[in-house]
């Protein structure tokens, strides 16, 4: 939780609100933690607390560690040092109570700071959990306005200079470091009057989309986040997640688009920290020779879908949620293959191709610029008016 604004705002008032909806959707068997950060990383005990109404009593369960001031020096302490795993994610359970009045007492404690160390916090909590085997991690921030102290900073942009473009590499290098050592999935919730501020999305945003995670932007006076955060909460989830495709021998996939990460050793191999029931993965494919497919167009071609996830029913499914199951899902399709263009183009499912170019063309819009996608828009669908006018309409006229 950034705590960088004033006390008793409305931001706060949104966090307080968004943390108690999403406990009471989490199964009981849930462990929580909770840190807070401004120029500072707060990590907070939650084990024990007698009296957890008295605010005396639950101010001395911070241990805070100091955020070096520098973008490019790391925290010198990591979390164990300070705290045991043990007290840091504590029951949900058996110490709702207690986690609840923290949360309550931490939402009107803004110290005003205007310093948000998000990238010394991110790296801390990635570093903590890449120590032990994977786990079923979700982690939700929650951010008031654009980092801008110690690692991870990002510059303040005037309107005129912003774009979509990352200005900080840093998050979309942590991010991938989370999912291939961490397993952990970021939530990034952010609430701020984002047409005023500059927030630094086009950087941050590789927190979610490398993670299977979320990005939600609400204004402070907003009141839809606490119903969302439920919501999200109380759905099936999936973690640990691996998409394998295996493909005949004569394609192989082009390109993967979603919030996953392709594998750095095996082809056809992603990572997905996190998957909900609202994520949508879409690939295309390549011949991987200019002769296509190579046997009688007769026979069918294979594609394999599998996907291994540990498994966590929703709150209203009626399943037990009490443990988490791994599962290992596989798809066969069996396709047709034909030499007949008139066939080809008949089968083509207009929605499926144009969601595909659009995300073609985001991809090509990161890498190039806007100028360069509209020309190669406009090549594409003169080549493909071109093509179809060749052997559809043409072909049609003559007969």
């Known amino acids: 939780v950034d705590i960088s604004g004033p006390k008793n705002s409305e931001y706060l008032a949104r966090v307080q609100e968004s943390i108690l909806a999403a406990m009471e959707a989490m199964p009981d068997s849930a462990r929580v933690g909770i840190i807070t950060f401004d120029n500072r990383v707060g990590i907070w005990n939650l084990e024990g607390i007698n009296n957890p109404t008295e605010d005396s009593a639950i101010l001395t369960r911070v241990h805070h560690i100091p955020i070096p001031d520098s973008s490019k020096k790391e925290c010198p302490i990591s979390i164990t040092q300070v705290l045991s795993p043990e007290k840091f994610l504590v029951p949900l359970e058996k110490n709702f109570a207690a986690i609840t009045h923290t949360v309550e007492r931490i939402c009107k404690m803004g110290t005003g700071s205007n310093k948000r160390g998000l990238g010394a916090t991110i790296q801390l909590v990635t570093n903590f959990f890449s120590s032990f085997d994977p786990m079923n991690v979700r982690a939700t921030i929650f951010l008031s306005g654009r980092p801008n102290y110690g690692i991870g900073f990002i510059a303040d942009l005037s309107s005129e200079e912003r774009s979509i473009h990352?200005?900080?590499?840093?998050?979309?290098?942590?991010?991938?470091?989370?999912?291939?050592?961490?397993?952990?999935?970021?939530?990034?919730?952010?609430?701020?009057?984002?047409?005023?501020?500059?927030?630094?999305?086009?950087?941050?945003?590789?927190?979610?989309?490398?993670?299977?995670?979320?990005?939600?932007?609400?204004?402070?006076?907003?009141?839809?986040?606490?119903?969302?955060?439920?919501?999200?909460?109380?759905?099936?989830?999936?973690?640990?997640?691996?998409?394998?495709?295996?493909?005949?021998?004569?394609?192989?996939?082009?390109?993967?688009?979603?919030?996953?990460?392709?594998?750095?050793?095996?082809?056809?191999?992603?990572?997905?920290?996190?998957?909900?029931?609202?994520?949508?993965?879409?690939?295309?494919?390549?011949?991987?020779?200019?002769?296509?497919?190579?046997?009688?167009?007769?026979?069918?071609?294979?594609?394999?879908?599998?996907?291994?996830?540990?498994?966590?029913?929703?709150?209203?499914?009626?399943?037990?949620?009490?443990?988490?199951?791994?599962?290992?899902?596989?798809?066969?399709?069996?396709?047709?293959?034909?030499?007949?263009?008139?066939?080809?183009?008949?089968?083509?499912?207009?929605?499926?191709?144009?969601?595909?170019?659009?995300?073609?063309?985001?991809?090509?819009?990161?890498?190039?610029?806007?100028?360069?996608?509209?020309?190669?828009?406009?090549?594409?669908?003169?080549?493909?008016?071109?093509?179809?006018?060749?052997?559809?309409?043409?072909?049609?006229?003559?007969?």
């Open 166 to 399: 990352p200005s900080c590499s840093f998050y979309q290098d942590i991010s991938k470091k989370s999912t291939l050592k961490s397993g952990v999935c970021f939530d990034l919730v952010v609430i701020s009057d984002t047409e005023k501020q500059f927030v630094g999305l086009p950087s941050l945003q590789y927190l979610a989309a490398h993670t299977g995670g979320n990005v939600s932007l609400y204004q402070p006076t907003d009141i839809l986040c606490a119903r969302d955060m439920y919501r999200r909460f109380a759905a099936p989830m999936a973690f640990q997640c691996l998409i394998r495709l295996r493909c005949a021998q004569e394609y192989e996939v082009h390109h993967a688009y979603g919030h996953l990460l392709q594998d750095s050793v095996y082809d056809s191999l992603y990572h997905v920290p996190g998957c909900d029931i609202w994520k949508t993965f879409a690939f295309d494919f390549k011949h991987c020779s200019p002769s296509g497919f190579i046997h009688s167009r007769s026979r069918k071609t294979v594609l394999q879908f599998a996907f291994a996830h540990a498994f966590l029913p929703g709150k209203c499914s009626g399943e037990r949620r009490g443990t988490v199951e791994r599962r290992l899902r596989i798809h066969t399709i069996q396709m047709d293959r034909t030499l007949a263009l008139p066939k080809l183009y008949a089968s083509v499912d207009s929605e499926t191709t144009i969601l595909l170019l659009n995300h073609k063309l985001q991809q090509e819009l990161f890498k190039k610029g806007m100028t360069e996608v509209r020309s190669l828009l406009q090549d594409w669908l003169t080549l493909l008016l071109v093509k179809y006018n060749r052997f559809i309409v043409s072909p049609k006229k003559n007969e």
